[in-house]
């Protein structure tokens, strides 16, 4: 397979760029927070302000100018999304019925937005991670706007800051050779989460950098690549799509969502496209993290001496003999903790979690329990 | 000085017995659980389902009969403690306008059960300590209320379940040689809260037990031992308790109260009085708890599997590997912990406690950085 050919004018490069922002997810690595009725991307884990998904669209906004942010989200969340995101019109909040993974999410967007508005270039950009608001971030979009003009799929590789076996990795080949985006390369392959021994033999090489499933590429490259992987996906999207903006909608959505195949964009698109030479990578060297467990959390709060981070009301919070940890100060309560090093306390109005730093990645064990309990209403 | 005759006849050992139950203390070092507004003896601390003052007087009522227990407690308290305990005559309830120790509380109860019924033994139980229900409590103390009717203060001392150094302990010497109270022996001392070496040191011996703070005695002895030691404070108890029981009640404690010493009856009679020979102990064979932290609450509660003991309802605390520790579910929320082991949670509807059993004794700088917060409210 080839790139295929850039079918606009590359001298703007963010002209006709849109973004769609995938807004889903459990977030159950950070439950008691994060919860099935308000999940990760509705809070504001860095106290900056601004939800996940706020800050998200901040951030692509000045990209796509107005209008130009699409969010796709599950029908319980609708409302939420549009009372955050009050600058939004209806018509840019797709609602899903339930959760088909995000080559779903992101190809229906990708059909709805060739129906209004023809063959842009659309970029994904997941609305719960945190993202440093510098120029960083602008800076790689372009180019990867650039790059996913000449026909490319074209994801973003974020500089590694160490050896995480948090996150999966793109490895960068040859330079793409795209006028307008000179950093861009091929990517030689997608890898999984590794140990940290694998981690650390990536970042020797030079060619891995951590990858964010931001994927920027034209909205018919990426359904065509959608047709030749999985044809049925394909069918049944534009299908949806053909009707979205017409009273037929609910009737598409009923017969053909709940047939259409769960299936991440990565393993669907990104990983067979890149074998076959179709994907490309630009660098991103600004601050990311997708805020995966509490430990990953505190590195994003404001330090505070040698004490636990604190998401919330600092004043809220007295700590005394308790080096680093992270306390989210979510009731109103005042918090105490004494004598516990890298504790993490999360604290809402219905549940609390006390666990430590190095356990935070196996919260699902406590989701479960609390399953287990008979207390669905927590989750 | 040589022990008072008794006054009484000795053949029936509780005849004319009453008690006395000082209801006071802050219990810091149960914070958040036990605040000024609702102090520890309020509290059901074991899960039995009577706060700690309840179980004091269920224990003492069958001791004394009917109407047999006066609680001296603050009189911010009198209506809490009086609802605890509807069985109580509310004349029953002596109330102090502010705290003025351990003396001045027992030595009131002495007094004014002098003028409304002549020289009984009394024996005062603090409300905040948990004491096995079983019958070794009532047999230490008919043993020790012979030996009171043979004019000496009688103390119990506990058998020590190990060489603790959170209580002080209490030394026995020769035999009282008291008919009736054949386990009575004198007490060649008290000692404070010894480091754990010496501690060891005590119950090698053989002669020592932990001192409970629990005295009993005639109560003319006792004001007569007051008049010696304290006869400042003996004369002003004495004014109070003239009127106590008239109109003239308010003005006595308005005008006498402030000036009374504050002074423990540890330091103002035991002690003195057991230099003179004046003191006996009987060894009180039972369980026995002042709940002095979370450390000590724990071994208070049912085990449940390895997992932290809960306070509580059970059914609203998940852990997962967590071994030992303390789980006070007091807020109605769901109390996760995962990875901790010995950790002591303990959760109100306006302040949360996080740290370990080992830490448990030093709450008290944790109270006091709140206080320094400026949340007087929470305390």
Tied chains: 1, 2.
Excluded: C
Aim: no cysteine; charged share 20%.
């Amino acid at each position: 397979m080839t790139p295929r050919e850039a079918s606009a004018d590359a001298t703007d490069p963010a002209l006709g760029f849109r973004a769609v922002v995938p807004a889903g997810g459990a977030g159950t690595r950070l439950w008691p927070l994060s919860r099935a009725g308000a999940p990760k991307f509705l809070h504001d884990l860095t106290g900056s302000g601004r939800t996940l998904l706020q800050a998200t669209v901040d951030r692509l906004e000045p990209l796509t100018g107005p209008g130009g942010v699409v969010v796709v989200t599950g029908q319980r969340h609708r409302e939420a999304v549009l009372a955050q995101l009050p600058g939004l019109d209806a018509s840019a909040v797709l609602a899903e019925p339930s959760p088909r993974d995000s080559m779903a999410a992101i190809g229906l967007a990708a059909a709805v937005l060739l129906e209004r508005e023809g063959d842009v270039v659309l970029g994904s950009f997941a609305a719960d991670q945190v993202v440093d608001q510098g120029p960083g971030f602008a800076a790689a979009v372009r180019e990867a706007v650039v790059a996913a003009r000449a026909g490319y799929v074209v994801t973003v590789g974020i500089r590694a800051t160490g050896p995480s076996t948090a996150f999966g990795y793109v490895r960068a080949g040859e330079p793409l050779g795209v006028a307008g985006a000179p950093s861009a390369r091929h990517v030689r392959g997608f890898t999984e989460k590794p140990d940290a021994e694998t981690a650390a033999a990536y970042l020797a090489t030079g060619e891995y950098r951590w990858n964010a499933g931001m994927f920027v590429t034209r909205a018919q490259v990426l359904l065509d690549h959608l047709a030749e992987q999985r044809p049925a996906l394909h069918e049944g999207l534009l299908r949806i799509a053909s009707g979205w903006d017409s009273d037929r909608r609910g009737r598409l959505l009923a017969e053909t969502w709940p047939t259409l195949e769960k299936i991440a964009i990565d393993h669907a698109i990104a990983e067979p496209v890149a074998a076959a030479g179709g994907v490309a990578v630009v660098p991103g060297d600004f601050a990311w993290d997708d805020v995966g467990d509490f430990a990953s959390l505190s590195t994003l709060l404001p330090e505070r001496g040698t004490g636990p981070r604190v998401l919330g009301d600092a004043a809220d919070v007295v700590s005394l003999d308790a080096e680093g940890g992270v306390v989210v100060a979510g009731s109103g309560r005042v918090v105490t903790v004494l004598g516990l090093d890298d504790v993490v306390v999360v604290d809402t109005p219905d549940a609390l979690l006390v666990t430590t730093r190095a356990r935070a990645q196996e919260l699902r064990s406590v989701v479960d329990a609390v399953r287990e309990r008979g207390r669905e209403d927590l989750l």
